[in-house]
Nanobody, 125 residues
């Protein structure tokens, strides 16, 4: 089992940048595919990015491709989401997720067994 704690959310102006981090407990972090989802008020949770446990290949939602970068540090048990050129529509609660030996390009919430509590990102115009 793994526990996930997000940090780094906050208020930023449109066009600005923010970096989210997720700290994971446990000794087998490198065996987990990690990802980020987000949920805006009144909307369903949507996939943002994934980094696979094997090989570190990354996948992104079309809405964030070229602006967001997901990365992981297996020595530190952390995964990060660097968000640049933020838009007001990026405003949401962002959740860190994990799946043991997760497959490639997992974009559905039910494909991840572990979720953090979420961190609020607000992009002001």
């Amino acid at each position: 089992q793994v526990q996930l704690v997000e940090s780094g959310g906050g208020l930023v102006q449109a066009g600005g940048s923010l970096r989210l981090s997720c700290a994971a407990s446990g000794r087998t972090f490198s065996s987990y595919s990690m990802g980020w989802f987000r949920q805006a008020p009144g909307k369903e949770r949507e996939f943002v990015a994934q980094i696979r446990w094997s090989g570190g290949r990354t996948y992104y939602a079309d809405s964030v491709k070229g602006r967001f970068t997901i990365s992981r540090d297996n020595a530190m048990n952390t995964v990060s989401l660097q968000m640049n050129s933020l838009k007001t529509e990026d405003t949401a609660v962002y959740f860190c997720v994990a799946q043991l030996f997760g497959a490639s390009d997992q974009r559905r919430p039910d494909e991840y067994a572990y979720w953090g509590q979420g961190t609020q990102v607000t992009v002001a115009s």
